[in-house]
T-cell receptor, first 115, second 114 residues
Framework: GEQVEQRPPHLSVREGDSAVITCTYT??????FFWYKQEPGASLQLLMK?????EINEGQGFTVLLNKKDKRLSLNLTAAHPGDSAAYFC??????????????FGLGTTLQVQP | EAAVTQSPRSKVAVTGGKVTLSCHQT?????MYWYRQDTGHGLRLIHY???????EKGDIPDGYKASRPSQENFSLILELASLSQTAVYFC?????????????FGPGTRLTVL
């Protein structure tokens, strides 16, 4: 079945620097992708959902890139600030189970932004 | 806004005891999910349900049961709690159907089994 690998597991950057988190997946039939943010001690909040028909998606302070050829999804925080410090998870909808809405999660990246 | 609540928010249980974690959603969503989160393992799906009175096994169902008595409520049951079940448990709901629907997560329950 689908497998998702997320890198790096830990990332520390200075305020104003960019931060890039990458996920690779295995099933070329995967079509829907998600990024979640989890602040310390809190629940997961959806950051962005991406459909495979769109390769570049921009949010507030970040960009999500999808490379279908390489089966790679990346989250790029363009100018990180301390409020971005959190754990970030990518998730890929499981193409095998189809309409169940089942997601396959990466292991997460803990981002620390130093002032 | 979507609302998923969980109770209790934290619990200490004894090995061999029975534990019930509850989840309630007011989103009118058909799909509900139970995950556990462990350091180094991310989120792993335990059970899910797409309709009341029916549950499905996820990726790590052993040692857990689930119950969906109504569309709004989804429980996770540990009949004989073990040390290895110490983790944070998250409930989520989604519209389901089309598999692009995002999942809305509850605040989590921190379970410690001693």
């Amino acid at each position: 079945g689908e497998q998702v690998e997320q890198r790096p597991p830990h990332l520390s950057v200075r305020e104003g620097d960019s931060a890039v988190i990458t996920c690779t997946y295995t099933d070329p039939n995967s079509y829907y992708f998600f990024w979640y943010k989890q602040e310390p001690g809190a629940s997961l909040q959806l950051l962005m959902k991406v459909f495979s028909s769109t390769e570049i998606n921009e949010g507030q302070g970040f960009t999500v890139l999808l490379n279908k050829k390489d089966k790679r999804l990346s989250l790029n925080l363009t100018a990180a600030h301390p409020g971005d410090s959190a754990a970030y998870f990518c998730a890929v909808s499981d193409p095998i189970t189809g309409n169940t809405g089942k997601l396959i999660f990466g292991l997460g990246t803990t981002l620390q932004v130093q002032p | 806004e979507a609302a998923v609540t969980q109770s209790p928010r934290s619990k200490v249980a004894v090995t061999g005891g029975k534990v019930t974690l509850s989840c309630h959603q007011t989103n009118n969503h058909d799909y509900m999910y139970w995950y556990r989160q462990d350091t180094g393992h991310g989120l792993r799906l335990i059970h899910y349900s797409y309709v009341a009175d029916s549950t499905e096994k996820g990726d790590i169902p052993d040692g857990y049961k689930a119950s969906r008595p109504s569309q709004e409520n989804f429980s996770l049951i540990l009949e004989l709690a073990s040390l290895s079940q110490t983790a944070v448990y998250f409930c989520a709901s989604s519209v389901g159907g089309p598999n692009y629907a995002e999942q809305f997560f509850g605040p989590g329950t921190r379970l410690t089994v001693l």
